[in-house]
């Protein structure tokens, strides 16, 4: 990155309209897990196993936003934010997951909502961002196909107590993650370390999404709704082997785009025999109708950046996975948390997304993107980071990709699932013993590049 990164008034122009955001999520920030009659989530359980995150942190006070959401909002005007990207959490609208509704938790919301509307920022909630209520876990979880139905209900209650003042809405949070980290390896909530017994819960949230859209919908005449999905342009390194390599590259872009991009885009899965699944009804799990469901139109694709994915063939050529990942030999700028900045992966997977799906691709909102980098307020790796995403977004509308927004992870440093408290996505510094908050540099630099790209 040069020098001149550092001056926000020269970033690229975005089109007119274009939307300035920010990102968090409720288990990441909220703190009050009983709060006014709030239900468990499943994180609220996976924290207390001993091991599960590093040093034994928990969501428990995380950023107490449940407090201070007020002063949260300030800092979002102060900021100049178009919009604000937040989740719901499951169960602090309905505690067990289904039935009773309780009505503190939503009012929560509420008046977040109305805060927002009041500082001109427009609220863009999440559905689920992995907090899922632990009743509903102890029923199978999203390994439980019922789990779709309650979501698609849950959807409901909120629509229609939000919908009047919400617009924008996401539904799902990166399922992709979700199913391999809950549920595949084990090192997120809910912890089962399944492997490619995982598979069923990609297709039930899946599912999920596809009943919420409806139910959205259906409470929201005008409603906008969108899926947030991580996505990765899969890399192969400069010595890879032709045919076995690139087996792996494609492998794992169909396990971790394609599975969840093609069926809600195109209206069907990949070819998934490389994961031993032969069979177009997975056994049982994808039934008539699904499809239709999952594919019903969308106004928008949330896509989550961070990084290009390198792979190459197993070494263990009886592996259970048809990829070994890998890292490149690029002496690439890394983050704390080692993952490589590579800008110009951003505008790799907007072009690719638009390639794959051509008119079927809705307008692309870029729904998280953002580095973790050393506690302190002087960021100036944070900001090369920043203005480097946002030109290789500019990048990409110049070749022809309807990107419509941008949400910057994070706002607020915050509860960084099994990492605890150590890695630090914020604009705003969090001092966790005392909740205070102090905007770093990228905070007053993403101020500045929202205001130049207003005049
Ligand atoms: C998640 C966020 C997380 C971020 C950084 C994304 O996968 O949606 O919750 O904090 O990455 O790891």
Redesign the pocket.
């Known amino acids: 990155m040069t020098t001149s990164s550092i001056d926000a008034t020269r970033s690229p122009r975005l089109p007119a309209g274009f939307v300035w955001g920010a990102s968090t999520?409720a288990y990441?920030i909220e703190g009050a897990a009983e709060a006014d009659g709030k239900g468990a989530s499943i994180w609220d359980t996976f924290v207390r196993r001993p091991g599960a995150v590093r040093d034994g942190h928990t969501g428990d006070i995380a950023c107490d936003h449940h407090r201070r959401f007020e002063e949260d909002v300030a800092l979002m005007r102060r900021l100049g934010l178009d919009a604000y990207r937040f989740s719901l959490s499951w169960p602090r609208v309905l505690p067990a997951g289904a039935g009773r509704v309780e009505p503190r938790g939503l009012d929560f919301y509420d008046r977040l909502v109305d805060s927002l509307l009041d500082a001109g920022i427009e609220p863009t909630p999440t559905l689920f961002?992995?907090d899922l209520p632990q009743a509903l876990e102890d029923g199978g979880g999203w390994l439980n196909r019922e789990t779709a139905h309650r979501f698609a209900e849950y959807a409901t209650v909120v629509a229609e107590r939000l919908g009047d003042r919400v617009t924008r809405w996401i539904t799902l949070?990166?399922p992709f993650?979700h199913m391999s980290f809950g549920y595949g390896f084990g090192v997120h909530a809910p912890g089962h370390a399944l492997m490619l017994d995982a598979l069923p819960v990609a297709h039930h949230q899946l599912l999920g999404h596809g009943l919420a859209t409806a139910a959205l919908r259906a409470a929201v005449p005008n409603a906008q709704v969108l899926i947030?999905n991580?996505c990765t342009p899969v890399r192969l390194r400069p010595d890879a082997r032709r045919d076995e390599d690139a087996a792996a590259a494609h492998a794992y872009d169909v396990l971790h785009n394609r599975l969840f991009n093609d069926p809600i885009l195109s209206g069907s899965y990949p070819d998934l025999s490389a994961y031993g699944m032969t069979d177009s009804s997975w056994g049982g799990v994808v039934r008539e109708g699904d499809l239709a469901t999952i594919s019903a139109p969308l106004d928008g694709l949330g896509v989550?950046y961070?990084n290009p994915t390198w792979v190459t063939a197993p070494a263990d050529p009886a592996a259970a996975l048809p990829f070994d990942l890998a890292e490149p030999v690029e002496p690439y700028e890394r983050t704390t948390?080692d993952w490589p900045v590579v800008p110009d992966g951003l505008t790799e997977l907007l072009t690719g997304l638009q390639d794959r799906y051509g008119d079927r691709l809705p307008p692309v909102w870029i729904t998280?993107n953002?580095c973790?980098q050393p506690a302190g307020l002087h960021d100036r790796a944070r900001i090369d980071y920043l203005a480097g995403h946002i030109a290789a977004i500019a990048r990409a509308v110049d070749l022809g990709v309807d990107v419509r927004g941008y949400f910057t992870?994070?706002l607020l440093d915050?509860f960084?699932?099994a990492e605890g408290y150590h890695?630090r996505?914020g604009l705003v510094e969090v001092d966790f013993a005392t909740g205070r908050r102090t905007p770093r540099d990228s905070f007053g630099w993403y101020r500045d590049l929202i205001a130049s790209q207003r005049s």
């Open positions: 999520a990441q961002h992995w949070n990166e993650v947030a991580n989550n961070y948390f998280e953002g973790s992870w994070s915050n960084e699932w890695q996505f």
